[in-house]
């Protein structure tokens, strides 16, 4: 891709909510930006192919947002063209009961994607320090806490480290690791969730339960800076993302994942002399015949 947005949103050092931009697009028109992306998306689906080829590795995309960001058509589009057979989503929704009587990692564990794999996590081990700090009265359903009095900032630390040691752990054993966080404003949340409202065919995607999380956003963009800046490390990268323009956001996690991937120095198996050879008398019996 000529225009490059992996390093502009890549956080690097001490991290601000408060400086990034929802709004910006770079120097492309949305016409021009929808021609990249259908273009890159072929390019992705013969990356997917080479990792699913390759075998030895995996990559697991995290996606993180407040309600209406548009997580979910962000996977739609940067990932519909993509081998279904090769990449798998999994949206974390409240823990269940057999969920919460392990611990907060464990239903993460479970979902990861497996070598060759293109795993997908709509909202992920994050929330457990994303709405369970702006409500920390969810963690007592762990059964292993007795008042929120004990969710102190020690508490806190400890839930951090778990989630790098759990990353590191992934990455050192061949899973590369991207998060994106898409930065959506208050503003362009309130339009989309009144386009919810007002357009039939989109009133099933509204839940009242959606306006009391938003009278806390500033809460959770305190948690999310505190987040990113608590876990974005080398091996498990933070991307920032612009969200308000729903197609720039595509094309930027796009690009990202593209660039991730070739990264990783993925190779088609080169076939031994015994399997050429092999291959070689496959081909004259199918040819006599």
């Known amino acids: 891709m000529d225009t490059n947005f992996s390093d502009d949103f890549l956080v690097k050092g001490n991290f601000s909510i408060k400086k990034t931009s929802t709004e910006y697009e770079g120097n492309l028109t949305k016409e021009e930006g929808l021609k990249i992306l259908g273009e890159e998306k072929d390019k992705l689906r013969e990356l997917q192919e080479k990792l699913y080829a390759d075998g030895s590795q995996s990559l697991l995309v995290v996606l993180q947002a407040m309600d209406a960001a548009g997580k979910d058509s962000l996977i739609e589009h940067v990932f519909g063209g993509v081998n279904p057979q090769g990449c798998n989503v999994t949206s974390f929704k409240t823990p269940t009961s057999k969920e919460y009587s392990h611990d907060f990692l464990w239903r993460h564990y479970l979902a990861l994607p497996q070598k060759g794999m293109i795993g997908i996590f709509?909202?992920?081990?994050?929330?457990?320090?994303?709405?369970?700090?702006?409500h920390p009265e969810y963690n007592l359903s762990e059964k292993t806490w007795k008042s929120v009095k004990d969710f102190d900032d020690q508490f806190w630390k400890n839930r951090y480290e778990s989630?790098?040691?759990?990353?590191?752990?992934?990455?050192d054993n061949g899973t590369t690791i991207v998060k994106i966080f898409l930065n959506v404003s208050k503003k362009e949340q309130k339009k989309r969730l009144l386009d919810r409202i007002n357009e039939q065919e989109k009133n099933w995607k509204f839940s009242a339960s959606d306006l009391p999380e938003r009278d806390l956003?500033?809460?959770?963009?305190?948690?999310?800076?505190?987040?990113?800046?608590e876990t974005s490390?080398?091996?498990?990268p933070w991307y920032v993302i612009p969200a308000d323009?729903?197609?720039f956001a595509r094309l930027s996690a796009l690009q990202i994942i593209i660039d991730t991937l070739?990264?990783?120095?993925?190779?088609?198996?080169?076939?031994s002399k015994e399997e050429r050879k092999s291959l070689d008398e496959a081909k004259k019996k199918l040819e006599s015949e």
């Open 163 to 171: 989630i790098r040691n759990f990353e590191k752990h992934l990455a």
């Open 245 to 247: 323009n729903k197609w």
């Open 233 to 236: 490390k080398d091996k498990a």
């Open 122 to 134: 709509n909202r992920s081990h994050y929330e457990s320090v994303l709405v369970c700090k702006v």
């Open 217 to 229: 956003f500033d809460d959770y963009m305190k948690y999310y800076e505190e987040a990113i800046n």
């Open 262 to 271: 070739e990264k990783m120095n993925l190779k088609f198996p080169e076939l």
